[in-house]
């Protein structure tokens, strides 16, 4: 439309300027000198406009592939903005605009991708839905906004249909599932997003269970633990480590080393297994400030261990890694 409207102001302004030049008069009355062009008849009219077209085109042949900003400067020295970004394609479908997004973030092309990920995730794909909210969540290439994140992990959890999930979109769909949790769980500040504790058991609960995720597992055991908005129960706590230790998580080996090592609440105490899952953990973990923990839990244990506890736990370590290899090989 724009480029409608320009055409037809250039028109304008170059058949101004070549009537005001005299190039395009038609006959001109001569009887008292030289008068302004009538443009009476239609044979002037039609004249008129074929030697208009006619200018036109071979204006546009001159320039060549000058675009309209330009070719208007070109005529009237005026400065016209350039276009500050580059249209979105055209998509076939949500799907295609979903992976083109990721391949743009990929890139880093950030702001780029956020045009093709909230067209595709306004098309109800899940993986774009989940990067929008990591993106918002983390302030990664965007602001930090934990209200439009929890808004797009939302969308997923509301509209999961379990005979619609490709094997590639669990992973995704999982992590939604423990962000609402861990959001439900401390509640958004200055929000309508309250602590509920149900809600987090239940996201929790769902995603453990259902899609086997570790995280989901180490939260869930957490609350068993810690009794938040239930009962405590130790041996849940334990049960729900264990899963996720063996996934190779590192917080649930750190928390579960540390429950084996000390003992808690009706556990004994379990030395050597215990160290062997805080050296694991302690291996896996960054530097950090929220992994401090788990090195201080390990450096902990190290000081307190007996001799005979530091041998068995080099052993359980040694048969952990060769079954891990072991397993690896059969993939």
């Known amino acids: 439309m724009r480029s409608s409207v320009g055409i037809v102001m250039l028109v304008g302004q170059l058949g101004s300027r070549l009537i005001d030049r005299g190039l395009m008069s038609p006959r001109l009355e001569r009887e008292e000198g030289a008068r302004k062009c009538s443009f009476r008849s239609s044979s002037c009219r039609l004249k008129t406009l074929s030697f208009l077209c006619s200018f036109l085109a071979s204006l546009f042949s001159l320039f060549g592939s000058l675009s309209l900003s330009n070719f208007a400067h070109a005529l009237d020295g005026q400065q016209y903005p350039a276009t500050a970004k580059a249209p979105l394609p055209v998509f076939k479908n949500p ?3 979903q992976q083109h997004g990721i391949d743009l973030y990929r890139a880093g092309e950030i702001e780029s ?8 995730a306004d098309g109800g794909q899940p993986v774009a839905q989940w990067k929008l909210g990591r993106m918002y969540a983390d302030g990664d290439g965007v602001s930090r906004d934990d209200i439009k994140a929890y808004n797009y992990f939302f969308r997923i959890v509301e509209t999961l ?4 999930i490709t094997a590639r979109e669990i992973p995704f769909i999982a992590n939604a599932f423990v962000a609402i949790g861990v959001y439900s769980l401390q509640g958004i500040p200055n929000s309508i997003f309250k602590r509920d504790t149900g809600r987090a058991f239940e996201m929790f609960q769902y995603a453990a269970m259902n899609f086997g995720d570790p995280a989901a597992q180490f939260n869930l055991a957490r ?11 130790p041996m849940q706590a334990i049960k729900w480590l264990s899963a996720a230790a063996e996934k190779s998580h590192m917080p649930s080996q750190a928390l579960l080393g540390k429950l084996l090592f000390n003992g808690h609440e009706g556990i004994a105490p379990q030395r050597a297994r215990g160290l062997m899952l805080l050296t694991l953990a302690r291996d896996a973990a960054s530097r950090d400030k929220q992994d401090v923990w788990v090195i201080e839990a390990y450096q902990a244990a190290m000081q307190d261990a007996a001799p005979l506890d530091r041998e068995m736990a080099l052993k359980y370590l040694d048969g952990h890694l060769k079954q891990s290899a072991l397993a690896q090989n059969r993939r």
């Open 95 to 97: 799907r295609q605009a």
């Open 113 to 120: 991708s956020l045009e093709a990920l909230k067209y595709a």
């Open 161 to 164: 249909d379990e005979d619609e």
């Open 223 to 233: 609350m068993y633990l810690e009794g938040e908005g239930l009962p405590k129960d």
